[in-house]
């Protein structure tokens, strides 16, 4: 199995900045991506950002310039760093692991997802 840790959620000013970082751990063999999404309060979840093996980014358009996706692939970690927080930004922000292949079942591809890290910005 594979399991997504989020940590650095939090509340924060508008205008503040966080990092937030995503560990994926267990027998992972290989994996396409990671990312992030979030969903606030009566909405859908939403793409922020992905990160591919290869290096390839896709942020979501109104996100460009003011968050940063980074990537351990060493540790299979990825972080997102977010910056001129608006309160807009309040959401439970998701980890994602797309296309991860298990040592156990090489056959085989599937997304994973963490529980989620709720982030608050005051106006």
């Known amino acids: 199995q594979v399991q997504l840790v989020e940590s650095g959620g939090g509340l924060v000013q508008a205008g503040g900045s966080l990092r937030l970082s995503c560990a994926a751990s267990?027998?992972?063999?290989?994996?396409?991506?990671m990312g992030w999404y979030r969903q606030a309060p009566g909405k859908q979840r939403e793409l922020v950002a992905t990160?591919?093996?290869?290096?390839?980014?896709n942020y979501a358009e109104s996100l460009k310039g003011r968050f940063t996706i980074s990537r351990r692939s060493a540790k299979n970690t990825v972080y997102l760093q977010m910056n001129s927080l608006k309160p807009e930004d309040t959401a439970v922000y998701y980890c994602?692991?797309?296309?991860?292949?298990?040592?156990?079942?090489?056959?085989?591809?599937?997304?994973?997802w963490g529980q989620g890290t709720q982030v608050t910005v005051s106006a």
């Open positions: 994602n692991a797309a296309g991860v292949v298990l040592t156990s079942s090489p056959r085989n591809r599937r997304d994973y």
């Open positions: 267990g027998s992972i063999l290989s994996m396409n991506a």
């Open positions: 990160l591919t093996n290869g290096g390839s980014t």
